[in-house]
C-alpha cells in the first residue's frame, strides 16, 4: 500500500529534520576531537584531528551506535561523503604555485617520482602479494603516497568505496606515519641517511604520510631542512589533482570493459572529480593572493574542522568486524610500502640531488 500525499509530506520535514541533527551531531562530535588532539600530550605526538576524528567515530560506530537516532544516519552520510569532497577542495588554498617554484625541478622531479612509484608498488603489492580487493590496495597506497589522510578521503569519494577500507588505509598512515616522526630524525642524527639539509628536506617532505608528521621530523634537523621538506610535500599534495584524474579514467574504462559494472555504476562515466578541479582552481587563487592572509587562515580553520568532521562520520560507518577480515593484510600492505619509502625513497632523493645539484 502506498503512502498518500498528506503522509509523504509528513514525512519530508522529519527527514530533513534527522538529517540536519545527524549532520549536527557529528559537528559537536568533531569539535570536541578538536579540542582532545590540541592537547599538549597528543599534538606533541603529531596527531592531527583528521586522525583522532576517525579512531573516536570508529569507537562510537562500534559501541555506542544503538544510541544514536536511525534519522541521522542520513546527516553522517552527508558528511562522511559530499561534506568531504567540499573540504577536500578547499584543501587547495593550502598551496601556492610560488611555493613550488622555491624547490624548483629538485623537488619537483622527487615527489613525482615518489608518488607514482608509490602508487603503482602499493596497488600491486596490495592486490597481488596481499590479495586485497581493488579499492583497499589503492586506497593504502594513496595514503602513503600523497598527502595522508586526506588524500584516503579524496580516493574512497572517486572510487566510492566502503567506509572500512579507508580507515584500513588511514589505519596504515597513522601507524607508519606517526613512526616516520620518530625514526627519520633519529637515522639523520645518527648519520645513516648521508644527507645535507637539501637532501633532508627533500628526503623527509617526499616520503613522510602527513603533513603534520612532515613538520614535526623536520623540525628536529633544521629551520631550512623543515621549510623545503614542508614545501615539497606541499608539492606532492598538489599531485593529488593530476592522479585523481587519471585514477577517473582509468575507471571509466574499466566500466566500460564491463558492461554490468558500467550499467550499475552510471556515476563513473564522469571520470573528472569536480572536487580535484576546486582544488585546483583554489590553489590558483591562493598563488594570486586574492584573498587577505587573515581570511585564507579561517577558511583553512574552517576546511580543517570540515575535515576532522568528514573522518568523524567516515568513522562512525566503519564497523571492526569489516577491518577485521582485511586488517593484517592491509597492513602487511602498509608496511611493504613503507619500507619501499624508506629504501627506494632514499635512493630516489640521492639521485635527484646527484642530477639537479
Not at 608528521?213 to 593529488?240: C, D, F, Y
Request: proline share 4%.
Amino acid at each position: 500500500m502506498s503512502a498518500s500525499p498528506s503522509t509523504t509530506v509528513a514525512l519530508q520535514p522529519s527527514a530533513t529534520r534527522g538529517k540536519i541533527n545527524g549532520v549536527l551531531f557529528v559537528a559537536l562530535f568533531a569539535a570536541a576531537v578538536t579540542r582532545l588532539a590540541a592537547l599538549p600530550a597528543i599534538a606533541g605526538l603529531g596527531m592531527s584531528p583528521l586522525i583522532i576524528g576517525i579512531a573516536a567515530g570508529a569507537v562510537y560506530g562500534n559501541a555506542l551506535r544503538d544510541g544514536m537516532p536511525a534519522s541521522w544516519a542520513a546527516g553522517v552520510n552527508f558528511s562522511a561523503r559530499k561534506l568531504l569532497r567540499i573540504a577536500v577542495a578547499f584543501f587547495g588554498l593550502r598551496v601556492s604555485l610560488q611555493e613550488i617554484a622555491q624547490v624548483g625541478v629538485p623537488g619537483l622531479v622527487e615527489s613525482v617520482t615518489i608518488v607514482v612509484s608509490t602508487l603503482l608498488i602499493g596497488t600491486w603489492a596490495g592486490m597481488k602479494l596481499m590479495k586485497l580487493d581493488r579499492d583497499t590496495a589503492i586506497l593504502t597506497a594513496a595514503g602513503s603516497a600523497i598527502c595522508g589522510a586526506a588524500a584516503v578521503l579524496a580516493f574512497e569519494s572517486t572510487l566510492q568505496s566502503k567506509p572500512h577500507k579507508s580507515a584500513m588505509a588511514v589505519g596504515s598512515v597513522v601507524l607508519f606515519g606517526t613512526l616516520s616522526m620518530f625514526l627519520y630524525p633519529v637515522l639523520y642524527r645518527a648519520g645513516w641517511l648521508h644527507l645535507d639539509t637539501l637532501g633532508a628536506g627533500l628526503f623527509f617532505g617526499g616520503t613522510i604520510h602527513e603533513v603534520a608528521q612532515v613538520v614535526g621530523a623536520a623540525s628536529n634537523v633544521s629551520p631550512e631542512a623543515t621549510h623545503i621538506a614542508t614545501i615539497v610535500k606541499m608539492t606532492r599534495v598538489m599531485l593529488l589533482v593530476p592522479v585523481l584524474l587519471v585514477l577517473g579514467v582509468w575507471l571509466n574504462r574499466q566500466a566500460r570493459g564491463n558492461g554490468a559494472d558500467h550499467a550499475a555504476h552510471g556515476a563513473r562515466k564522469i571520470a573528472v572529480p569536480w572536487f580535484a578541479l576546486g582544488f585546483l582552481a583554489l590553489v590558483i587563487v591562493n598563488s594570486l593572493h586574492v584573498l587577505p592572509a587573515p581570511a585564507t587562515q579561517s577558511i583553512n580553520a574552517l576546511d580543517t574542522f570540515a575535515l576532522t568532521m568528514a573522518m568523524t562520520a567516515l568513522g562512525m560507518e566503519t564497523r571492526i568486524s569489516q577491518i577485521r577480515e582485511a586488517g593484517p593484510r592491509a597492513l602487511t600492505t602498509g608496511l611493504i610500502v613503507y619500507v619501499w619509502l624508506i629504501g627506494g625513497g632514499l635512493a630516489i632523493t640521492w639521485a635527484v640531488e646527484r642530477l639537479f645539484g
